[in-house]
């Protein structure tokens, strides 16, 4: 941005010839009078011509200044107006991308309309007015639908924004406002500006002054606040956190955290319901009031236990008066289990013996928890595609070897959301392993160390407590009996994402899990029975499994409740073969219909309605349909419950701090934006400021001119040679 100064009555520059006067003047007077010279007088001579020299200094620098007088005074008449030569209003031809904020905070009510209506009427007012701009696009900040490029058609900005509508998740101001800049970039209109209809959510703009773009842009950006400056009152459910094994019978916690955009406290009554009817007594709480422009939070906890098995779904929601009632839901979807059926593979040929590891594996998963954990047994020679159906966990005992077709199930049998546990033992080969499952394993498997037998020595296992598997099994860690390891496979290349479990001193895994596409890995370099450790003779080994078995089944369910927007993978729960549809039932009634091949996973993305969504997968298999359903659950996002604004001046202010010349205009109205750009392209009248120079000018040539007088008077006018000259 350059600046420039204009005149408001550029005429009287004329007075600028006046400035000359005071040389004219002095010309005229310099007439030099003819000298005589006595020799008596050379020496007063010498000091007189010394004042002399310094005198002349004097006269001109009165001259300088009776000049410069007489040239300020004329610019000071005709009032100057320093203003910017590339300001918003020098050019009304300009382009536009104009950003409108439809996340669910702008569903707050005011005067009987949304925040979004309004950012509707104001952008409508700049599309349709007489300021409009000569090219434009519209950006949606909930929108997978961006514009790729500026138009002069106005219409098409015009459908789009009447057709907006509230959509979940955070308006991203950082990256729309980046999106608007490339759109802009090669745009020739003279003048460019960004337009953002908001409610100044201070989520959507906090990363917004750290632009680098905004630094070199050159555009204005232009602030709307549709907020009508007014706070407003809401009380929300930021999220549920659902914790417990999805298990029939068996106590869940459901923790929901309430916030508080409010200025004052308010009283809300929370309640838990399942299936259509409510849980329990509602819970009455106090929730404090915002502090700081910061809202409160505050948990509240229901336990419930599901009755039966199969697709449970329901919701905490919170009965108060506030302004945004989208956030008083907070939905869920469970799938939750009779029983956890697990399969457990054996390695030929070790079904009996003192150190049978199947048999040690067959009695934690049958002595533990039985009316909960049901168990399959098969030998590895007849392991197929067809063993895994039903099962939710499965456990390989030493086998030696799987083959391309074992393997490429098993790989399906994780991504689809299942467990799996590999425990080796002498007849596992490593290659096998380390070829079959490359990337699925939480490190490549290499030699085994140590020896076996009576007389030979162990470590000490190290033990992670603070492992889901592991923690608060016992009060204190000196309780835990020691795992004692005699012979271990050594992991290699170990993946990032592992978990450690059990340990040796060395640090290497002996006991590690990982996630994998939906499901869990957990892999034992060691074995299940006692031939290679005595972890099976110790109190963990039973817990252990227990624990991996009731993970395995809250991790079925974990992925079942999301955020609008996101995409959703549909699984069957069992292989499907041939052509299969899936129907997914929206909220409000209507159905979408996917094509499923055999092997292949469904993925459904228009879940921008808030709500549960119900699906069932028809497969075609020669003995008939096979029928399978679920449901999932969607939510908005819960960051859009704080309700906490940033001040437009503040984030002005927070921007020009990078680029000083940054223009940067707010207002509650397009009008108020308007004539704030408008009052900075007017300039700063500079009037005042030079008549104080003025002023200033006038005592200093005042002082000069009585001292210069005083001194002259001195020195008799007939001996000062200076006077004569």
């Not at 399942?274 to 939070?297: F, M, T, Y």
């Not at 956030?327 to 390695?347: A, C, K, P, Y």
Request: aromatic share 6%.
């Amino acid at each position: 941005m350059t600046l420039a100064i204009t005149f408001i009555s550029p005429l009287l520059l004329l007075g600028l010839a006046a400035a000359a006067i005071p040389l004219v003047l002095h010309l005229l007077a310099s007439v030099r009078a003819p000298q005589e010279l006595f020799p008596t007088l050379r020496f007063l001579k010498m000091g007189m011509e010394k004042t002399a020299r310094r005198r002349r200094l004097e006269h001109w620098l009165l001259l300088l200044i009776r000049s410069a007088l007489l040239a300020l005074l004329a610019m000071a008449l005709a009032e100057p107006i320093l203003k910017s030569t590339a300001g918003f209003w020098a050019d009304k031809r300009f382009a536009a991308v104009i950003i409108v904020d439809n996340s669910w905070s702008m569903g707050v009510q005011q005067a009987g309309a949304t925040r979004l209506d309004a950012a509707r009427r104001e952008a409508s007012k700049l599309l349709g007015g007489s300021d409009r701009p000569s090219a434009s696009a519209l950006i949606l900040t909930n929108s997978s639908d961006r514009p790729r490029n500026l138009r002069s058609d106005l219409e098409v900005p015009r459908q789009r924004l009447s057709q907006a509508g509230l959509s979940s998740g955070r308006a991203d101001m950082t990256e729309c406002v980046r999106e608007a800049l490339t759109l802009l970039k090669n745009s020739t209109a003279p003048q460019k500006a960004i337009y953002l209809f908001s409610d100044m959510q201070r989520i959507s703009f906090e990363n917004l002054p750290g632009l680098a773009e905004l630094d070199t842009a050159g555009v204005s950006l232009m602030l709307v606040d549709c907020s009508d400056g007014a706070g407003a009152v809401n009380v929300g459910i930021e999220k549920v956190k659902i914790t417990g094994s999805r298990i029939a019978g068996r106590n869940m916690k459901f923790t929901a955290t309430l916030i508080n955009s409010s200025a004052t406290d308010k009283e809300a009554h929370v309640w838990l319901q399942v299936d259509g009817a409510e849980v329990g007594e509602p819970v009455r709480k106090i929730l404090p009031a915002a502090q700081n422009d910061a809202p409160s939070r505050t948990d509240v906890q229901f336990v419930h236990a599901f009755g039966e098995p199969g697709v449970h779904v329901g919701q905490v929601a919170v009965r108060v008066a506030d302004d945004l009632t989208v956030d008083n839901v907070r939905r869920f979807s469970l799938q939750i289990g009779g029983e956890v059926r697990t399969l457990l593979v054996v390695g030929a040929g070790r079904l009996s013996g003192e150190y049978d590891h199947a048999a040690m594996l067959a009695a934690a998963l049958d002595s533990a928890e039985s009316w909960s954990i049901r168990r399959r047994t098969v030998m590895s020679d007849r392991f197929d595609a067809k063993s895994l159906t039903g099962a939710q966990v499965v456990f390989f005992a030493d086998v030696p070897e799987f083959t391309a077709e074992q393997a490429a199930a098993v790989v399906r049998f994780v991504r689809s959301g299942r467990s799996v546990v590999f425990f080796l033992g002498p007849a596992a080969k490593a290659s096998n392993y380390n070829e079959r499952f490359a990337g699925m394993l939480p490190g490549r498997i290499a030699q085994a160390l140590g020896q076996v037998g009576m007389e030979a020595s162990g470590l000490r296992a190290v033990k992670n407590l603070r492992h889901r598997y592991l923690a608060g099994l016992y009060e204190t860690p000196a309780e835990y009996p020691e795992v004692i390891i005699q012979r271990y496979y050594r992991l290699e290349r170990l993946i990032g994402d592992h978990e450690t479990v059990l340990s040796s001193p060395a640090g290497d895994a002996i006991i590690s899990a990982r996630d994998f596409g939906a499901g869990r890995v957990i892999l034992a370099t060691t074995t299940a029975g006692t031939e290679w450790n005595n972890l099976a003779a110790t109190t963990l080994l039973l817990p252990m499994v227990t624990r991996i078995c009731f993970a395995s089944a809250e991790h079925l369910g974990a992925d079942n409740t999301f955020i609008a927007g996101s995409a959703i993978t549909i699984r069957p729960v069992e292989d499907v073969t041939g052509k299969s549809a899936v129907n997914v039932t929206m909220p409000d009634g209507s159905v979408e219909v996917l094509t499923v091949r055999a092997g292949s996973e469904a993925v459904f993305t228009k879940t921008n309605q808030v709500g549960i969504y119900r699906w069932d997968l028809i497969s075609e298999k020669s003995s008939g349909p096979n029928r399978q359903s679920g449901a999932f659950a969607i939510n908005p996002a819960g960051v859009e419950s704080d309700l906490s604004v940033i001040a437009p001046g503040a984030l002005a202010e927070a921007i020009k701090s990078r680029d000083a010349e940054a223009g940067v205009y707010f207002g509650g109205t397009l009008e108020d934006v308007h004539k704030s750009a408008a009052d900075a392209a007017a300039g700063d009248n500079l009037w005042d400021r030079l008549l104080a120079v003025v002023i200033l000018l006038l005592v200093i040539e005042a002082v000069i001119a009585n001292r210069f007088r005083r001194g002259s008077e001195l020195t008799p006018a007939h001996l000062n040679p200076s006077l004569s000259a």
